[in-house]
């Protein structure tokens, strides 16, 4: 196997078994960043040995206990250097640390990552530190691609990542899964990194893939286990159903090369009836609790006004548009406000919608947006306005880190080339 194919099925690996990994030793150890390192150092010693032995059949449970034994290792070093300086201070006093139980790793006591998820989600940080942490963690997104994310620079994100650590441990917050009034005081939280994990499977921002599938699973999957635990909250559902609609339409949005297939031009007997019979079911029961109007359910109401649309050119786009001036009251965002603009275009026509751009063309939070140019590219297109479009959708492929999403904003960019007939 050549080394780069070998390098990215271990980076494959290590995105779908570090989440796992983290979360268990975190349970174990009680410290976030002796956690990572851990689990660091075992994705070192896979790189160093798989290249020549081959991936093990299960390397999740390689890694898993590559992991315990650097940890006693490095722990008995530790106390081994502390006992050695309390011999040399005089100090009658000197307690070691205790050892933690590391065989506790194999134990089957719930889910890890849920219950870090939780614990990130502490109200003792400030919410962006809280996804921002989350997904550092339990999402497998580096930094860059979380401050992308966040549409803001790198080492703020940085930086907010190494606080909200720092300040875990300070406050000596435990990691165990909180209850009652306690468990809802970080739900909101919780569910925005659980969706930022969907969207970062949904559609990468960046590498060679236009989807990561098994972060939409995870993401999936957690959904899944909060609706068990909290049947009655609506943005529970809400977010259930939003992921269950989005990912029903998975097989069609990449052609048989794997280059990407936008939205209307998706084959929609390939999209998952099962998934969005689910997912309008989870919608049903959200709208109809008080409290049914969160940005998660109203996001699945969009989705599935899509998910119902037999063809493209059958879909609501007045109610998608009416459905995105409400969710701007709930969540206002630059990224909800262009996303209305793509559906009033829809429904109005394109100058509309390119009003509505234009007004929120220099929001800073859009100012390195791939979707911005990409959009006002559509729309001038649409206007006839060729040579202004090629140049948005030029500066679209610039901005984006994501291979398939590059090439699409290219191939536009060239057929405006083409004189028009």
């Known amino acids: 196997m050549e080394t780069a194919e070998l390098h990215r099925r271990i980076d494959a690996v290590w995105r779908l078994e570090a989440p796992k990994l983290i979360g268990a030793l975190v349970r174990v150890v009680r410290d976030i960043d002796l956690a990572e390192e851990l689990a660091q150092d075992a994705l070192v010693s896979a790189l160093e040995r798989w290249p ?62 849920l219950r870090l998820i939780f614990t990130a989600c502490h109200p003792v940080l400030p919410h962006e530190a809280r996804i921002a942490l989350t997904l550092r963690l339990l999402g497998g997104l580096t930094t860059a691609e979380i401050a992308r994310a966040f549409l803001q620079p790198e080492p ?38 659980i969706y930022l994990i969907f969207n970062e499977g949904y559609a990468a921002t960046a590498g060679e893939d236009w989807m990561r599938p098994a972060l939409c699973e995870e993401a999936l999957r957690l959904g899944r286990m909060l609706a068990a635990l909290e049947q009655d909250e609506p943005e529970v559902l809400g977010l259930l159903a939003l992921m269950e609609l989005q990912a029903s339409r998975t097989h069609a949005r990449v052609d048989a090369s794997g280059r990407p297939v936008l939205l209307d031009r998706q084959d929609r007997t390939r999209w998952d009836r099962l998934a969005i019979a689910r997912g309008q079911a989870l919608l049903a029961r959200a709208i109809r609790h008080p409290d049914g109007a969160g940005p998660h359910t109203l996001q699945a109401a969009i989705a599935a006004c899509h998910a119902g649309a037999p063809t493209a050119a059958a879909t609501d786009w007045p109610r998608i548009a009416a459905l995105y001036a409400l969710l701007l009251q709930v969540a206002p965002s630059p990224v909800i406000e262009l996303n209305r603009a793509v559906a009033v275009s829809r429904a109005e026509g394109p100058a509309a919608g390119l009003v509505l751009v234009e007004a929120i063309a220099d929001a800073p939070a859009l100012s390195r947006y791939a979707p911005l140019p990409a959009v006002r590219g559509d729309l001038l297109e649409q206007l006839g306005r060729r040579d202004e479009a090629r140049s948005e959708f030029r500066r679209a492929a610039e901005l984006t880190t994501n291979a398939g999403e590059r090439e699409v904003m290219l191939a536009r960019a060239a057929a405006l080339d083409i004189p028009a007939g």
């Not at 502390?82 to 201070?89: P, S």
Request: zero cysteines.
């Open 156 to 193: 703020t994100v940085a930086q907010r990542i190494v606080r909200a650590k720092r300040t875990l441990a300070e406050k000596r917050v435990p990691y165990d899964m909180p209850r009652g009034e306690e468990r809802g005081e970080r739900l909101a939280s919780v569910l925005g990194v």
């Open 52 to 113: 020549d032995s081959g991936i093990p059949d299960n390397p999740g449970a390689w890694l898993m206990t590559t992991a315990r034994n650097r940890g006693i290792d490095l722990l008995r070093h530790r106390q081994l250097a502390e006992r050695k300086h309390a011999m040399l201070g005089g100090d009658p006093d000197f307690e070691p640390h205790v050892m933690p139980d590391f065989d506790a790793l194999d134990d089957d006591i719930g889910d890890d990552r």
